[in-house]
């Protein structure tokens, strides 16, 4: 896996924690705000930037108007907390960026920092996460943590939001559908696009166009041919090499161009399909055949260059008969434009009485695919309309996002120096819970999550067959009692710094990808649904509950009325 050498002097040097640096060269303690850089000189001017701060990152709302969200992007902030130094150059242009007045001390404050003392607690990777629960709490001293916010801030941002955009499609598509990216060449950039894929994979797809994150990171490849390799071709006469051996290496057909024809020419004047198409496009034919010889084993032909009933399909099972005479077995084919609906119903009663008539097993049942700027909605409105498609490929509404550009993840203080902080706003949703905290997701009987809880992080856990109080954090009238069936606890520790805890490991992204689905497969199926779904429960203890609202009070100043 091709990935940015660490940053620091001894770049030729393997890191101690062996952490690959991020898959993004771009992505380094450069990559940040300079109020990050400001505020991290103010902190060490007043002596304040080694003081022990814990922050919490989470989000406020789920996105795409749904109930629940995929935590993504977690192994690229740890590789970059792993492999976070300042080189020389970075640190020049630091200095030629902030003011003159800024003592050179700072400068070699920053030669000196890494993440040694930092604490990385964190959901895994590929969780179903929701509004508020910390998904990461990140404790260190303040101007290191302070440094991390935006980095990783925007790490989390998008890789969630993709992530959740791509297992809302696998929810409406169904299990039984192949869902294939296809969004690289209208991605927002490279990063975007390998980013996109990656994320995408790990929410419920089953394989990218891109080539790049295909090496990356082992997803699996897919594609076929555009309308530009239809529309290249003149006529049957322009392929030079027309011979193909069978499958089983035994034979080989002199001239499969011919026996393509006549197959076309027995499709034609079949019982059952005579009458159904004329002339086919004969450019289509040469480019499928054409094709067909270059990938007998893995030919899946774009129908809709000229015409799908009348040309596209009958020219497909021309050459996938063909191809049958010699042993293979075509992979099926792919509608871009029209009524995807009907062309699909029409398309597979077309495959189902080539089967009956000509007698070839499951040629009914060949793959059809669909694409042209598929989303949600076109994917629910062609369940409801009924269809024939196998399988989608999505790209343009997958990965740009386009219902909701940004899942709005913030970083908030929660704790300096032992000592709670919240901040308060007129808008309650911005309030934020304080103190350094634990989080559980408990479960009902029949298995799936009845409430996420937040309590103080001395006290004791909730138990299994347990009565808890769990209270809204800031609505006093919502509260209920659970005796949970299970109790899970959520923070684990991904880098423990100084702490002496043992780290969990990183697992590979197919192993992430089955926990996305296996998370998702736990949910209640009315916190999953398109339209007004449940709000999920994420509550606070009785104890954090109080707390909370005494520190609301002490910092919230008093009016006073003339």
């Known amino acids: 896996m091709a990935t940015a050498v660490a940053n620091g002097p001894n770049k030729d040097e393997k890191r101690a924690d062996c952490i690959d640096g991020p898959t993004n060269p771009m992505v380094t303690p450069l990559l940040t705000d300079l109020y990050q850089f400001t505020m991290a000189y103010a902190y060490w001017k007043a002596g304040k930037h080694n003081e022990r701060a814990v922050f919490d990152l989470y989000f406020r709302r789920n996105p795409f108007g749904g109930e629940y969200t995929i935590f993504a992007g977690l192994e690229e902030c740890i590789k970059l907390i792993a492999n976070f130094k300042f080189t020389e150059d970075e640190i020049a242009f630091i200095k030629s960026s902030l003011s003159s007045s800024c003592e050179d001390g700072f400068y070699d404050y920053l030669r000196g920092i890494d993440c040694s003392d930092v604490e990385i607690h964190a959901i895994s990777e590929g969780f179903v996460v929701f509004p508020k629960i910390p998904l990461m709490r990140i404790e260190g001293p303040v101007a290191v943590v302070q440094l991390l916010e935006t980095p990783l801030v925007n790490l989390i941002n998008y890789a969630s939001l993709v992530a959740t955009n791509a297992a809302r499609h696998r929810f409406v598509a169904g299990k039984s559908k192949l869902l294939l990216e296809f969004g690289l060449r209208r991605a927002q950039g490279p990063d975007g696009g390998i980013g996109a894929s990656k994320y995408c994979y790990m929410g419920g797809f089953d394989a990218t166009s891109n080539v790049a994150a295909g090496r990356l990171f082992g997803i699996p490849l897919r594609g076929t041919h555009s309308h530009a390799f239809v529309s290249s071709f003149m006529s049957p006469d322009e392929i030079i090499e027309k011979s193909l051996l069978s499958c089983d290496g035994l034979k080989v057909c002199e001239d499969f161009v011919s026996l393509v024809h006549s197959w076309l020419s027995k499709l034609k004047w079949s019982q059952l399909l005579g009458g159904t198409f004329g002339e086919t496009n004969q450019s289509e034919l040469a ?276």
């Not at 695919?369 to 269809?387: F, I, M, R, V, Y």
């Not at 800031?474 to 520790?493: D, G, H, I």
């Open 287 to 562: 480019a499928f055949a054409s094709y067909a010889l270059a990938f007998p084993e893995n030919f899946l032909a774009l129908v809709d260059t000229y015409d799908v009933m009348r040309s596209g399909i009958p020219n497909f099972c021309a050459v996938a008969l063909a191809l049958n005479d010699l042993g293979y077995k075509a992979v099926g084919i792919r509608l871009d434009s029209g009524d995807l609906a009907y062309l699909s119903c029409e398309t597979r009663k077309f495959f189902q009485a080539v089967e009956k008539e000509f007698s070839v097993p499951h040629f009914g049942k060949t793959s059809i695919t669909a694409s042209n700027d598929l989303n949600e909605e076109t994917l629910d409105a062609l369940n409801k309309q009924g269809h024939e498609v196998d399988a989608y490929g999505i790209g343009t509404h997958l990965v740009t996002c386009y219902a909701q550009p940004a899942l709005g993840v913030v970083f908030k203080l929660v704790e300096i120096n032992n000592q709670p902080r919240i901040k308060l706003s007129e808008d309650v949703s911005k309030v934020s819970i304080p103190c350094k905290k634990r989080c559980y997701r408990l479960y009902g009987k029949e298995g799936y999550p009845l409430v996420d809880l937040m309590t103080g992080e001395n006290e004791p856990p909730p138990k299994a067959g347990e009565r808890i109080l769990c209270r809204h954090p800031f609505n006093e009238s919502k509260r209920a009692y659970v005796v949970p069936q299970r109790v899970e606890e959520l923070l684990k520790c991904f880098w423990p710094g100084k702490s002496g805890k043992n780290r969990e490991e990183l697992p590979p992204l197919k192993m992430i990808r089955e926990r996305c689905i296996e998370q998702l497969d736990r949910m209640r199926p009315d916190h999953m649904r398109r339209l007004n779904p449940t709000p999920y429960k994420v509550s606070v203890s009785a104890k954090l509950y109080d707390f909370i609202h005494f520190l609301w009070l002490n910092e919230a100043p008093v009016g006073e009325l003339q």
